[in-house]
């Protein structure tokens, strides 16, 4: 049985997100610093999972922990593990689990896909630079966009 999911990006000051998932009756909070390329690691990470990767991860650095996103797939069913480590150097295993969850690869695609999709309206992408300091990730957005289509157009019934 899988998870729906529910993620929600915000830029609250310079250089600064939160990031929210909801996944499996879980609610956990995260944050990322524009030190490290974090929506774009998402994004290609989600893609690489879509395209048949089996196993993927993100990592978003909040100087000095981090929150670590770790992919799993098997078919068109995926995994999520989310753990906060003190150090974004730490190994797995010296991180907090705050969430794991069953997805379908679809369904994690699309809520991808919609919580960068709302932020380019929420900031629009010159608003997006002036909070986050670096530029959208519309590449990274549209890259997930086609794979997911495409998987979308290869495993529907």
């Known amino acids: 049985m899988t998870t729906d999911i529910r993620i929600t990006w915000t830029l609250p000051g310079s250089g600064w997100a939160d990031c929210k998932v909801e996944a499996a009756a879980t609610v956990v909070e995260l944050t990322a610093s524009y030190i490290s390329a974090a929506p774009e690691d998402l994004l290609t990470a989600v893609a690489r999972l879509v395209t048949g990767e089996t196993k993927t991860r993100a990592q978003f650095e909040a100087e000095p922990a981090a929150f670590r996103w770790i992919f799993y797939r098997q078919g068109d069913d995926a995994w999520l593990r989310i753990l906060e480590l003190r150090h974004g150097r730490d190994h797995d295993n010296?991180?907090?689990?705050?969430?794991?969850?069953?997805?379908s690869v679809d369904g994690l695609a699309r809520a991808v896909?919609?919580?960068?999709?709302q932020v380019a309206t929420t900031y629009?992408?010159?608003?997006?630079?002036?909070?986050?300091?670096?530029?959208?990730?519309?590449?990274?957005?549209?890259?997930?966009?086609?794979?997911?289509?495409t998987y979308r157009s290869t495993n529907a019934s």
């Open 94 to 103: 010296r991180g907090t689990e705050l969430c794991s969850c069953p997805l």
């Open 124 to 149: 629009g992408e010159s608003g997006y630079y002036g909070k986050w300091d670096r530029h959208f990730p519309r590449l990274e957005l549209e890259a997930l966009r086609r794979v997911w289509r």
């Open 113 to 117: 896909i919609r919580c960068f999709d």
